[in-house]
Every structure is written in C-alpha cells, then in structure tokens.
C-alpha cells in the first residue's frame, strides 16, 4: 500500500530529529541526509498500519543504517588522502539538533565530534542516543539488539574515552571566542610572539583537504610550528589569491556551538577553522578546508547576517 498523506506528513515532522542524530553519527551533513533518505525510502515501503511505535520504528532504522555506514567509512577512511575532520555546520543550522543541556551541547561539539572517530560504532550509537537525545537504556538497547546492562557499561567507555581525550579543562563560550579574535589578530599581524603565547606548548593543527586543495598530510605539532604555520597561512600573496579564486573574507563566527573562523571568497566558504580552547590556551587547531565539506556551510554563510569581515586580503 502506498503511504498516505499522513505517513509522510509523520515522517516530514520526524525528519529534523533523524537529520541531527545522523549527522552526529557519522560526522557528515551529506551523508546523515543520505541516510534519513534511505530510511523514508524503507519507510514508504512498510507497512506504516502494523507499526506500533513509528518514532522508535524511524530511530532502529537509521541507526542501524549509520552503524553499517560506519563500520565501512572505517575502511574508506584507510584511503583518506590526508587527515580526516568532520564537516562542520554553521550556527542555525537545524541538523544541529537540541542545544537545550550541556550533554546535547557537547555531543555536537566539532572537538567531540572529532574524538568521537576514536569510538567503535556501537559506543558512538550508545553516547548519541544517551547523551544528545537522552534516550533511556532499555530504548537503546532495543535499538541495538543489547541488554540494559550492556548498554549502560558501553555508554560508561564512550563517555571515558572523550573525557581522556579532553583532559584539560575548557573555558566558557565569551572567552573562547575573545581568545579567537585575539589569535586571528595576532595570526593576520604576522608576528610569531603573541600567537606562540596563545597556544599551549604541545599544540596541534590538524588539516583536512581531502585530497583536492593543499593540507599538510601530518598535524603540525607544538606551538612554535604551529604558530609559523598560522602565520604563513594568514600572510596574503599572489599565489594564495589565484588559488582561493578571489579576494578573501575572515569572519570569527560560530560552528558547532563553539568559536570558528570562517574564510570566504565572493560568498562562498573556502574554509572553517574549529580552535579547540582550554584553559591553558588553544590546545587543536582543526581547519576543514575539503569543498565537498564546505556545501552545507556556504548555503548557510550565504542566507546569514555576516556582518564585517575581521580581515581582508585582496
């Protein structure tokens, strides 16, 4: 039976949920749309009448579709020309999700979404589902084919590897963001002190090009080498603007709940940058510069309220 006006009015109305828990699955806006796709696919193919509980029906689905996503990208991902980031989202957009706790804030943080690759499937699954969308374990279990136990035991090592992986303590939104502004300053000013000042010693910078615009296959590692890079990538020549397209824009924004710079050339974005700050001063550099990352982020620069551009360079 075809689905009625009403299934796929119910399914339009779940699709904004699905989207956000997608996307913090695999760690990719193209590939979380993907998914819902397929799932509405098979949605329209069921027999909607003998479904019980459709939300609960729509969240087995796609979760088992990203984790059978996820087991592969884990073999595409050998074959990743260089590092691999996530794709970061601009503030507003919906496939964000709920901001409503500091759980669901944290989930979709771009330096939790990037520690989130060190999890299995099944631990990526269990801390979404818990600690985004505050699903109880005896759901999570079901949606998984596991016993509450086990779900809560897998939950408890996904929420020990991201605090591993996040040791030093952060500071609050306000001064992670004047931190930002000061280090682009710094950074667009072209000396070396002030920006080596900024990051801790044992800084990273991590570059994912995907293999089609330049990015250093290994991170920079400490602050002196980080900083020079900073600097060089911010110094303007000619050779940069016949790359880029265009003269360049840099606006200090927001993405994924947290301060990002955002490189644009005639509207559209060219890089984000994500700075991972801490209370002993910015700790990773994460800078998303692959085009077939950027899509989502240039529709929404576009339709946005920029304002004025920190930096300029014709």
């Not at 901001?99 to 099944?122: C, F, I, N």
């Not at 596991?146 to 090592?157: N, V, Y």
């Not at 800084?203 to 002196?224: C, H, M, N, T, Y």
Request: charged share 25%.
């Amino acid at each position: 039976m075809p689905p009625t006006t009403k299934d796929v009015e119910h399914f339009e109305a779940a699709r904004p949920r699905l989207e956000a828990i997608a996307y913090r699955l695999l760690g990719s806006a193209s590939e979380a749309e993907d998914a819902v796709q397929e799932v509405f696919l098979r949605w329209r193919a069921a027999d909607v009448e003998r479904i019980e509980v459709p939300a609960a029906w729509l969240t087995k689905v796609l979760t088992n579709l990203c984790l059978n996503q996820l087991s592969s990208a884990r073999v595409r991902r050998e074959n990743y020309v260089g590092q691999w980031l996530p794709e970061p989202l601009l503030d507003g957009d919906p496939m964000l999700g709920p901001a409503d706790t500091a759980e669901q804030r944290e989930s979709v943080s771009y330096a939790v979404l990037a520690l989130m690759e060190r999890l299995s499937p099944h631990e990526r699954a269990v801390y979404v589902l818990r600690e985004a969308f505050d699903y109880p374990h005896r759901e999570i279990a079901g949606i998984l084919g596991l016993t509450e136990g086990a779900s809560q035991q897998i939950l408890h090592r996904a929420r020990k590897h991201i605090a591993d992986g996040r040791a030093r303590s952060e500071v609050d939104g306000a001064a992670a963001r004047r931190i930002v502004e000061e280090f682009l300053a710094a950074a667009t000013g072209g000396k070396i002190e002030p920006l080596v000042r900024l990051l801790t010693a044992d800084a990273v910078s991590i570059g994912d090009g995907g293999g089609k615009v330049p990015a250093r296959v290994k991170p920079f590692e400490g602050a002196l080498a980080v900083a020079k890079f900073m600097r060089g990538l911010f110094t303007p020549t000619r050779a940069k603007r016949a790359l880029v397209g265009g003269p360049v824009e840099v606006h200090v924004t927001t993405a994924n709940g947290g301060p990002a710079v955002v490189v644009a050339v005639g509207g559209r974005v060219i890089g984000v940058m994500c700075p991972e700050v801490t209370a002993e001063g910015i700790a990773v550099l994460r800078n998303q510069v692959n085009p077939d990352k950027l899509g989502r982020a240039t529709a929404m620069w576009a339709a946005a309220d920029r304002g004025e551009p920190v930096f300029r360079a014709f």
